[in-house]
């Protein structure tokens, strides 16, 4: 796995591997105990992302494991 400063991530466009335009990232969350990446938070760039859950705002909670690359996106399965 390949290391990344969570602050290179902000404001990163999304994409998933279909070629589609997720949104932005927005934050991400860790374990404490450990420093493990759990979820990317994307502010969505449309309303009709239904693939991952989403909290109560609307941001979508793609958890870590789905993360393939990053790059000039962040691509996600």
Do not use: W
């Not at 070629?19 to 449309?46: F, I, Q, R, S, W």
């Amino acid at each position: 796995m390949t290391t990344v400063l969570a602050s290179t991530l902000s404001n990163k466009p999304v994409m998933g591997s279909d070629g589609k335009e997720l949104g932005t990232v927005h934050n991400v969350t860790m374990d404490v105990e450990t420093g493990a990446l759990e979820h990317v938070l994307v502010t969505p760039k449309t309303d009709d992302v239904r693939r991952f859950e989403t909290n109560d705002d609307g941001t979508l909670l793609v958890p870590a494991e789905k993360v393939q690359n990053v790059d000039d996106y962040l691509m996600v399965e």
